[in-house]
């Protein structure tokens, strides 16, 4: 297996939507991870927010799992 281990430390919204959709365009998979947090109550409030620090991150994967 030559997979890399996910690191949690800080993305940019469009970085980490192409690390959970790399199938997708930048624009569409920044779409996609946008809808994930609108109907997760507890990540909704990170909708706005276009880099994400460790700690958001961390709560991201704890709540949809890791990419």
């Known amino acids: 297996m ?3 281990k ?3 430390k800080a993305y940019y919204k469009s970085e980490l ?3 959970y959709f790399p199938q997708m365009t ?3 998979a920044t779409r996609r991870l946008n809808n ?3 109907i ?3 990540l909704a409030y990170l909708v706005d927010v ?3 620090t460790p700690i ?3 709560q991201i994967v704890d709540e949809v799992g890791a990419p």
């Open 40 to 42: 997760n109550k507890n």
């Open 17 to 19: 939507a192409m690390i």
């Open 36 to 38: 994930w947090l609108r």
């Open 6 to 8: 996910f690191e949690i």
């Open 50 to 52: 276009n880099d994400f």
């Open 26 to 28: 930048r624009r569409g």
């Open 56 to 58: 958001q991150v961390r």
């Open 2 to 4: 030559n997979e890399k």
